[in-house]
């Protein structure tokens, strides 16, 4: 299988090869459309500043390559939020995968949220072995709101979409990479959708 993860200059990489190698995958980075193109499964992840994320997705051209892509794609993070219309990060317009928008938390709770907590109302073999209010780990201070899409969902300051899915895209809020067991069986899931 190739499995490969989009390099566009937004963090958390080296623990997202980690988690596959444990799972026994090579995972490739690649800014190159012509081999992302070519991968069985695509990771697309993202940790930083919406508006700067997107400019350099922009400088490579990844912004149109990303929403053509025909096989199972997972954004985590902010590759989530960056799948998404629009975020309030920046005011930055997204790729307008996933048909919902992007929020602050308030400020009645700490931002941001960091660490530990559970995802519920979970419907997508993504979670295939996954148990309801399973814990993950989060850190972030933006949220997805919910919309049809949502396959997750996860309470902090109000009830949000920790999970999104539309056709063969996939995004979660937390970092499976750094969740456990629970998080390598969402990786490994993926890799069998």
């Known amino acids: 299988m190739k499995l490969i993860i989009i390099d566009y200059g937004a963090g958390n990489i080296k623990s997202i090869q980690f988690a596959f190698n444990r799972l026994g995958y090579d995972a490739v980075l690649s800014k190159n459309p012509e081999e992302i193109k070519l991968a069985d499964k695509i990771i697309f992840p993202g940790v930083g500043e919406a508006r700067s994320a997107m400019t350099m997705l922009k400088e490579s051209q990844l912004d149109k390559l990303i929403p053509s892509l025909k096989q199972p794609v997972l954004g985590i993070c902010l590759g989530m939020q960056l799948m998404c219309l629009h975020t309030e990060e920046g005011h930055t317009n997204g ?99």
């Open 95 to 193: 790729l307008g995968i996933f048909q919902t928008k992007v929020k602050r938390f308030s400020n009645s709770v700490k931002v941001p949220q960091m660490g530990w907590n559970v995802i519920k109302n979970l419907k997508s073999d993504l979670f295939k072995g996954i148990r309801e209010n399973e814990y993950m780990y989060l850190v972030h201070s933006y949220y997805a709101e919910h919309c049809d899409e949502t396959i997750a969902a996860t309470d902090y300051d109000i009830n949000y979409a920790s999970a999104l899915r539309h056709e063969n895209f996939y995004g979660v809020q937390f970092h499976p990479e750094k969740s456990s067991v629970a998080g390598e069986r969402i990786l490994k899931n993926f890799l069998e959708l």
